[in-house]
């Protein structure tokens, strides 16, 4: 099964999903059930490593991020199963490059998978540690239970 979790900039909050994704999937014995891959609407950080600020946070909560920024394209709409939009200016974003119902459907806001909150995951761009924290908060509890939603 293939995943795609979209951001803005590809390089805090949608890395950091692949990220926490990845480590998830592999503490469960699920990484060959999966791929995994993150990219941005926007095009201004493609070739781009992760924020320094989001590989710090992530780096203390004990999760390394390895990612190159990429744009989102037309074609990750046939080449994945299940697209996980941070918010949703670019879930609108994604959905307005689909065709068909298929596309649609595969198309979903992440935080409809967070137990305690559903909306945007905060862009963390212009903010402070705590915002960088609070993004990992949400991301850690979310992608538990859409790992629980993706293996049911
Ligand atoms: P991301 O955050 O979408 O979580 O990667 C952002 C990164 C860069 C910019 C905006 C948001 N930017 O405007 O460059």
């Known amino acids: 099964m ?3 979790f979209v951001c803005l900039g590809n390089i805090c909050r949608s890395p950091l999903a692949e990220a926490l994704f990845k480590a998830k999937a592999q ?3 699920l990484s060959n059930t999966f791929f995994a891959d993150s990219c941005g609407t926007a095009n201004y950080h493609v070739g781009d ?3 320094p600020r989001t ?3 992530a780096r203390g909560n004990g ?10 394209s037309k074609r990750d709409l046939t080449d994945f199963d299940w697209i996980f939009a ?3 200016g670019n879930l609108e974003i994604i959905l307005s490059y689909t065709q068909s119902e298929a596309e649609r459907s595969k198309v979903k ?3 409809d998978f967070d137990p305690v909150k559903s909306g945007n995951v905060p862009d963390p761009y212009h903010g ?3 915002d960088f924290q609070e993004v990992f908060l949400i991301l850690d509890r979310t992608i538990d239970h859409l790992l629980v939603s993706l293996t049911n």
């Open 2 to 4: 293939k995943v795609l």
């Open 109 to 111: 806001l992440i935080r």
């Open 128 to 130: 402070t540690e705590d």
């Open 55 to 57: 590989v710090k946070n």
């Open 49 to 51: 490593s992760p924020d």
């Open 27 to 29: 503490k469960m014995g």
């Open 86 to 88: 941070m918010d949703k």
């Open 63 to 72: 999760i390394e991020i390895v990612h190159i920024g990429r744009q989102f």
